[in-house]
Every structure is written in structure tokens, then in C-alpha cells.
């Protein structure tokens, strides 16, 4: 019964920031890296951000770095995304994932996901 649930999202105008998280229940959470990825409409799911399971090693996709933080409190079963000088096309929904071993943006390698939570970004 692994669970994944995101918060945070919301509507924002461009330049605002938005704190996303990302609570795990069901397994043990310091044991897996973690990701974060979006989808817009129209578009395939892309990796945003991955954090390896002591947070020491973090990995952005072009579009987000120096603008987005990923971060982990393990002791909170808890991931986030800090995201600073949002821009109109980060709008999407953005999903947290999971993985045992899996360390990277492959959307189609983790074998855990939440249901995501929109961020909405307006001129």
C-alpha cells in the first residue's frame, strides 16, 4: 500500500514562487531515490528534478535549473520542490515518484507515482 500524495500547487503569477510536497506512506522512505515531473497539455511527461536518498546528489532538467530546488527531510517522509521565477510555461501537473534503485529523469523508470497537483502559472 504504498501512498504518494502532492501539495502545494496552485494558481501563481509569473516571477512568484510555489513550494510543492510530497508525503510517502507504505515504504521505507530514506531507501528510495526520488523525482519529480511535469505534464503539460500536449506534452510528454518530463523530469524535472531527482534527489538520490540522502539528498546529497540532485539532478535538474535544463528548463528548471538555477530556478528550481529539490529537497528531501527523510526523518518527514517528505519530498519538495521549491520553485522560484516560475514562467508561464512551467505550468503543468506535477507528479512525485519514487524508486529503489532508479536514479535520474526517466519518467518511465520509477515504479511509484502520486496523483499530482496542478501549478498554474499566468502571465
Known amino acids: 500500500q504504498v501512498q504518494m500524495v502532492e501539495s502545494g500547487g496552485g494558481l501563481v503569477q509569473a516571477g512568484g514562487s510555489l513550494r510543492l510536497s510530497c508525503t510517502a506512506s507504505g515504504l521505507k522512505f530514506d531507501d528510495y531515490r526520488m523525482g519529480w515531473f511535469r505534464e503539460a497539455p500536449g506534452k510528454e511527461r518530463e523530469g524535472v528534478a531527482c534527489i538520490s536518498w540522502s539528498g546529497r546528489g540532485t539532478s535538474y532538467a535544463d528548463s528548471v535549473k538555477g530556478r528550481f530546488t529539490i529537497s528531501r527531510d527523510n526523518a518527514k517522509r517528505t519530498l519538495y520542490l521549491e520553485m522560484n521565477s516560475l514562467k508561464p510555461n512551467d505550468t503543468a501537473m506535477y507528479y512525485c515518484?519514487?524508486?529503489?534503485?532508479?536514479?535520474?529523469?526517466?519518467?518511465?523508470?520509477?515504479?511509484?507515482w502520486g496523483q499530482g497537483t496542478q501549478v498554474t502559472v499566468s502571465s
Open positions: 515518484a519514487a524508486d529503489r534503485f532508479y536514479y535520474g529523469l526517466g519518467s518511465n523508470e520509477y515504479k511509484y
